[in-house]
């Protein structure tokens, strides 16, 4: 579960509570840490790019958001632990549209 606290625009507050293992657990505390305090659109670009990073889309040398978030590169060579690492963000992306479901299909 992703929750997440918006005054207007501006990401206050993001927490995370949930059973993972430990790939998916370190990707949620560090996208909590990483998005809080930015805009919507600037966290919902840090989901596209971490999502791009992770299935190989975006190099991590290349020009990116990212900062310490790609440590978590290498997962793009493990498609499994990739769903793993993916799944907060794409919980988060979900938070944003009001959805109360998400998933890495």
């Known amino acids: 579960h992703v929750s997440l606290k918006l005054n207007g625009d ?4 993001v927490g995370f509570e ?3 293992c430990a790939i998916c657990k370190a ?3 560090m996208m909590t840490a990483a998005v809080k305090g930015k805009t919507r659109a ?3 670009a840090m989901v596209q790019e971490f999502r791009d990073m992770t299935t190989g889309r975006l190099e991590p040398a290349g020009p990116h958001h990212l900062g310490r978030l790609t440590v978590f590169s290498g997962v793009r060579d493990l498609p499994t632990r990739g769903k793993c690492a993916i799944l907060p963000w794409h919980t988060l992306h979900a938070a944003f549209a ?3 479901t998400a ?3």
């Open 18 to 20: 949930g059973e993972a």
């Open 98 to 100: 009001g959805n109360d």
């Open 103 to 105: 998933s890495t299909e």
């Open 10 to 13: 501006q990401v206050e507050a």
């Open 27 to 29: 990707s949620a505390s």
């Open 42 to 44: 600037d966290a919902e």
